[in-house]
């Protein structure tokens, strides 16, 4: 059992990945927490104001992030699900499930922080900019794969129907980002674009960084709470989630 | 080779044995068109303007209500169990099955499109455009639609499930489809357009009855 | 020659049974027998490879099935609870399709003559929505008789037949295990046909 391989397999079984995550999750989250309050006070004290746009560009501290994360834990979510696919390993479609609200919401604080900055700026709640729109249609996705696995009674046929579902919309998201994107130049849309700023502050990128990594942090901290959940969840009748004394302390 | 035939050939003769459901995805379409002029006013410059995303979003809606049919027959009276023991592969049954989908619901909405499209006063050179995008379209549309069929088969709510699943991934098709013939309105040629629409076809040929066998199986165990 | 070893079947978190062994040689069948729900379809979808055991393995002539994958398809029929037969068409387009299907071409003379053997005289034209439940069983019969097939996997082919019928099934099995055939069936009720044995499960 000296091969590092066997010794990551060992933790791809929901058994030995129960407890694993659970020791992590408190680092995950006081990294989140230092993170956060770092890039919050970078953002609202440090950043100096911008000329163009005021102070309400602030928002872009936490729209940003929002909407890289939206991305990433698609492409995330997406391999864990093609991994499951493949190999046929339990704890992947777990991850995968477990992945998917928080990227949902993800699209949606990247819909909803676009919004409030765009009233504003463009004195619309709405315009179809490329980003918003494809951003929009990445909420949908996201939607549609957390609806699929839902709606599926069998959680073994709910992950592999899910993990399809994710690898089409994962070839999808590109070709939906450009066709969006040509789109919106062919029909002249809004010029302004929420990330163009011609010469971004240094302090403004380390606040925008800073504010990437604790979400990241947060992602991960409540991906792994959610897996953790749905591990007992369909664990439930085993021997090794019957003897946990959090499971043993409830039930005496 | 025979057996993609023979499927071909029985989807058809089901399609011709069950008209109405064929005829009402027609009619389904013709309506969502005609309904535009009604909600928006008869001005013939806008009508000409938004004729291309009206027809492109009925066609769009018109495919959606055949797809939840696609595989569900054959599931429920176990037709799918033999295609899978068939010693022909799957991929190519299910291939013959999304042709045959698209002969009864796709290549009518092509046909027909140029009569809507006169309705919205587009000139003959708009209409050409209109019928050659939605001929590249409208199979494109059938092949990710297979996928969503068969992932939403027997499964509760499938026929909603199915919309929300499909709809977002329609969206390229929708952009380039409808953009070609605006694009050669405003003077523009349609080529890159339609260049477009064909690659994501290539694409989708190549990939879609293999995503969509993955789902049959997955449904099946 | 089918052997099956260590079979297990889970459906959702029940385990239907495990450790399973059989084996079905050239001229004999097999009788799978059980309560309602103890897995006898899920047993004959398995040895059908429309779906995989959740242990154990299937082999056909001493391969896995797996490996085989089209090639036991060809040698191998399978009769669910659903035949398979479409309502809107004639008995003899579905038998015409369904042979296409199993790769082979199916001549009109002969498909017409299982289906006058089966009593469908007469109704060869008509759609079997039309027929009773028997008779669209009996179009499952004249499948049986027309498909070259070493091994047949039958899931309750007794099932809506009247006393004729059941005769003539009986016989076709019968005829099929003379020239060298193999059944897996599962059925409520005994046969006395020969070189039987009886899985319970």
């Known amino acids: ?252 | 080779m025979s057996a993609i035939i023979a499927i071909i050939r029985r989807d058809l003769l089901l399609a011709m044995r069950r008209k109405s459901e064929v005829l009402t995805a027609l009619f389904f379409f013709i309506i969502v068109v005609s309904l535009f002029p009604l909600g928006i006013g008869p001005e013939s410059a806008l009508l000409r303007k938004i004729a291309p995303g009206v027809i492109w979003v009925a066609a769009l809606l018109a495919t959606m209500l055949g797809l939840a049919r696609l595989f569900a027959p054959d599931h429920a009276d176990g037709t799918l169990e033999q295609m899978v023991l068939s010693p022909t592969p799957l991929g190519l049954l299910v291939t013959g099955k999304i042709v045959a989908h698209w002969i009864t619901t796709g290549l009518p909405l092509v046909l027909l499109a140029p009569v809507l499209g006169i309705q919205f006063d587009l000139d003959t050179g708009a209409l050409g455009i209109l019928v050659l995008a939605l001929l590249l379209g409208t199979p494109l549309l059938s092949l990710i639609g297979a996928i969503g069929a068969a992932l939403t088969l027997g499964v509760r709510g499938g026929g909603v499930l199915l919309s929300l699943l499909v709809l977002p991934l329609y969206v390229p098709a929708l952009i380039f489809g409808a953009g070609a013939v605006e694009s050669h309105i405003s003077g523009l040629g349609a080529g890159g357009h339609l260049s477009l629409l064909a690659a994501l076809l290539a694409l989708a040929v190549f990939f879609a009855p293999w995503a969509t066998t993955a789902a049959l199986r997955i449904a099946l165990e | ?201």
């Open chain 3, 1 to 201: 020659m089918l052997t099956a070893t260590g079979l297990s079947c889970v459906r959702g978190e029940r385990r239907l049974f495990a450790g399973l062994d059989l084996a079905v040689g050239p001229g004999e069948w097999l009788h799978v027998q059980g309560e309602n729900g103890a897995g006898k379809t899920s047993l004959l979808r398995i040895l059908a490879t429309l779906s995989p055991p959740a242990e154990g393995e299937v082999r056909w002539q001493g391969e896995p099935v797996e490996v085989l994958a089209e090639d036991y398809r060809r040698a191998m029929l399978f009769l669910g609870h659903h035949g398979a037969v479409k309502e809107e068409l004639t008995p003899l387009e579905n038998l015409t399709l369904a042979a296409q299907l199993d790769g082979f071409e199916l001549d009109e003379a002969t498909a017409l003559q299982a289906l006058v053997r089966f009593g469908l005289r007469g109704r060869e034209d008509l759609a079997v929505r039309f027929l009773s439940a028997g008779q669209k069983r009996r179009v499952l019969l004249a499948r049986l008789a027309v498909r070259k097939a070493a091994l047949w996997i039958l899931d309750e082919p007794f099932t809506a037949l009247d006393v004729k019928a059941v005769a003539m099934l009986s016989g076709l099995i019968e005829e099929h295990l003379a020239a060298g055939g193999m059944a897996i069936l599962t059925s409520h009720q005994s046969m006395p046909l020969p070189n039987g044995r009886v899985l319970k499960i």
């Open chain 1, 1 to 252: 059992m000296n091969n590092p391989i066997i010794q990551w397999f060992k933790y791809g079984s929901p058994q030995s990945f129960y407890p694993l995550a659970g020791k992590m999750i408190p680092w995950f989250w006081t990294l989140a927490v230092a993170f956060g309050l770092a890039g919050l006070w970078i953002s609202f004290f440090v950043a100096p104001t911008d000329f163009q746009q005021g102070e309400g560009y602030r928002i872009i501290f936490i729209h940003v992030p929002a909407a890289w994360m939206s991305m990433f834990l698609y492409i995330v979510m997406a391999f864990w699900a093609g991994i499951g696919l493949a190999l046929n390993t339990r704890l992947s479609g777990m991850m995968a499930q477990a992945i998917a609200p928080t990227g949902a919401l993800m699209a949606f604080l990247s819909l909803w922080t676009g919004a409030i900055w765009g009233k504003p700026m463009w004195g619309a709640w709405w315009v179809w900019d490329a980003r918003l729109t494809s951003a929009l249609i990445l909420f949908f996705l996201y939607i549609g794969f957390i609806a699929l696995q839902a709606a599926i009674d069998d959680p073994r046929r709910a992950d592999k129907a899910g993990a399809i579902l994710a690898l089409v919309g994962v070839v999808n998201v590109p070709i939906i980002y450009f066709s969006v994107k040509w789109w919106n130049t062919l029909h002249q849309g809004a010029s302004v674009s929420l990330t163009r700023a011609p010469s971004m502050a240094t302090t403004m990128l380390w606040g925008m960084l800073l504010m990437a990594l604790a979400f990241w942090m947060y992602s991960i901290a409540v991906s792994l709470m959610r897996v953790r959940a749905i591990i007992l969840e369909r664990e439930a009748h085993t021997e090794w989630v019957k003897n946990l004394p959090e499971i043993q302390g409830k039930s005496s």
